[in-house]
């Protein structure tokens, strides 16, 4: 559940259909997920689920599964 | 031992016959990097080695210690102590002397000055970010303190990217050291090529081009636009070829000894934005930028929006030109930087919507335009002893004094077959740098008879047309 709302803010954000992400998918795999686009995402991500990252957390973040595994943990809480 | 002299070329040769021939031996890889490190640092500044291992010392335990931090907040206090006395050192030696003479108002060069004078240990820069870059990469949880000190030691020592990069993160470097060396003719070779490369771009090439761009801009005052505007422009290819150079002997030089570092450069002068040109330009530094600098002040304030992203730019292009100097040419350097990100994060939307439309051959040449325009006004401010230098240049371009007949006599002064020359095997590498490059990179390929008679020419010409050992790498003064 989590894992397809995630792919739905992909696809608003970087404006692309077709998007389809994993747990192992990083920056490097997306067309246009660079420092500035991170920025709009993590703050989409924030509204969908209605929670917040901290500095740290975000930073800590190295793949979509580190961010859904996030999400399950404050929306559990 | 500067990477451009033949006594470099015989240590590295050195080097890596010993791992070679000890590779069957557990554990000698680390053992051959650091002794070798260590004597190779030691022909710079004998008696900084010892201010080296102390900051290997420093950043190893901080590692250990924050290892062993059960909670975050006591991990974020050691990162602070052990990281902030690093940083505390580097700036000792690189701002003690500019704060003081602005105080007195006194030249440290002259005799009145009242400290001795601080030589700046070679590499302190480079070696600062690595440790840095080790004790953030604990602390935001991307690795594991390394327990096994020689291997950190061997990390932040290592010689290829000891004095200006490429900024190397410990994770990368220590899974490969941690490997059996196994030769391997083809990657031997490709290194070797490498170095080959990276040697015609910077003795065959910059130092021709410096010394061109070098007796003028050791008095700007006394030139006028033609002459001034002719020998910034070179300026941008010599900084260029000079440093990528540098970072394909880095590169090159590891690849023998079976490490893969990190790429630096990837054709920036090319960019068709300024975004774009800090992607491909020290690439390791900008990375080191934007993990460190940039996404934690970014996601700091996060609750800003648009100027967040703003914010940040600002502050690590400011940290980025002050790294450089504590001058005032390297601030506004850094400051243009900025300003011309923050535009173009503006104009984003805009962009991507010209690059799609049916005029994208047009916006994609005016880009480029501006955007080597860009390049070569900063770098001009880059080059400049001072503002005021910087400005007189730029004020040359537009005053209607253009003077050229005095670009006419410096060219008739210079002798002309070196002139000629110089200028041949510039415009040539330029032509031919994306070729080379990919060649040297491994990525292309000539042909039996074609692959030996690049190497072979770029060999020769390194030999007979080189500037061996004379000038210095530009970046080791940073």
């Known amino acids: 559940m989590i894992d397809e709302r995630v792919n739905k803010v992909f696809r608003t954000v970087f404006e692309n259909p077709q998007i389809s992400v994993n747990a192992s998918t990083t920056a490097e795999d997306i067309d246009g997920w660079d420092s500035i686009t991170h920025l709009t995402l993590i703050t989409s991500i924030e509204a969908e689920f209605d929670v917040s990252?901290?500095?740290?957390?975000?930073?800590?973040?190295?793949?979509?599964g580190d961010m859904v595994r996030l999400i399950a943990q404050k929306t559990d809480a | 031992m500067q990477f451009n002299t033949i006594k470099y070329l015989v240590f590295l040769f050195i080097v890596f016959a010993?791992?070679?021939?000890?590779?069957?031996?557990?554990?000698?890889?680390?053992?051959?990097?650091?002794?070798?490190?260590?004597?190779?640092?030691?022909?710079?500044q004998p008696?900084?080695?010892?201010?080296?291992?102390?900051?290997a010392a420093l950043v190893y335990s901080t590692g250990l210690l924050m290892g062993r931090s059960p909670d975050l907040k006591t991990r974020r206090r050691w990162l602070w102590a052990g990281g902030g006395v690093q940083l505390l050192i580097l700036f000792f030696f690189k701002y003690t002397e500019p704060i003081i003479s602005s105080i007195t108002g006194l030249n440290p060069k002259s005799a009145e000055y009242p400290l001795f004078r601080i030589l700046l240990p070679v590499g302190i820069s480079f070696y600062t970010f690595q440790a840095l870059s080790y004790l953030f990469d604990i602390y935001y949880g991307f690795r594991k303190e390394e327990r096994h000190a020689g291997y950190f030691a061997a990390y932040l020592t290592s010689f290829p990217q000891l004095i200006s990069g490429p900024i190397e993160r410990s994770g990368n470097?220590?899974?490969q050291l941690r490997q059996p060396f196994v030769f391997n003719l083809q990657e031997t070779a490709l290194g070797t090529r490498r170095i080959v490369w990276g040697l015609f771009k910077k003795v065959v090439v910059a130092d021709r081009i410096g010394a061109i761009v070098d007796p003028v801009y050791y008095d700007v005052t006394n030139y006028h636009g033609a002459i001034l505007f002719f020998v910034s422009l070179l300026y941008v290819f010599q900084l260029y070829f000079d440093f990528s150079g540098y970072s394909d002997i880095a590169i090159g030089s590891a690849e023998v000894l079976g490490i893969k570092l990190g790429e630096n450069f990837n054709h920036p002068l090319s960019s068709k934005s300024v975004t774009e040109f800090w992607r491909k330009w020290h690439i390791s530094l900008g990375n080191w930028l934007r993990d460190y600098v940039?996404?934690?002040?970014?996601?700091?304030?996060?609750?800003?929006?648009?100027?967040?992203i703003y914010f940040a730019l600002l502050v690590t292009f400011l940290i980025c030109g002050i790294w450089h100097g504590a001058k005032w040419n390297y601030v506004i350097f850094g400051s243009l930087q900025a300003f011309a990100l923050v535009v173009e994060a503006i104009l984003a939307r805009k962009r991507k919507q010209w690059a799609n439309s049916k005029t994208r051959k047009v916006y994609l040449a005016i880009s480029w335009v501006l955007t080597f325009t860009f390049i070569f006004i900063s770098d001009i401010f880059f080059r400049s002893g001072t503002v005021e230098d910087a400005t007189h240049i730029i004020q040359s371009f537009v005053s209607s004094n253009w003077r050229l007949e005095e670009l006419l006599a410096y060219v008739n002064m210079l002798t002309k077959p070196k002139l000629a020359f110089s200028l041949m095997f510039l415009i040539s590498l330029i032509i031919v740098d994306r070729r080379i490059s990919q060649f040297a990179h491994g990525k292309k390929d000539f042909g039996q008879f074609g692959n030996a008679l690049v190497s072979g020419s770029m060999m020769a010409m390194v030999?007979?047309?080189?500037y061996w050992g004379k000038v210095a790498f530009l970046y080791f003064q940073f």
Request: cysteine-free; proline content about 1%.
């Open chain 2, 463 to 466: 030999i007979i047309f080189g």
């Open chain 2, 173 to 175: 470097f220590l899974k």
């Open chain 2, 18 to 44: 010993v791992t070679l021939a000890l590779s069957k031996l557990r554990n000698s890889r680390w053992i051959i990097l650091l002794l070798a490190s260590l004597i190779f640092y030691y022909t710079w």
């Open chain 2, 47 to 55: 008696y900084y080695v010892a201010l080296l291992l102390f900051s």
């Open chain 1, 53 to 64: 990252f901290t500095g740290f957390e975000i930073m800590g973040m190295q793949n979509v």
């Open chain 2, 294 to 308: 940039y996404n934690p002040i970014l996601f700091a304030n996060k609750k800003w929006g648009k100027s967040a």
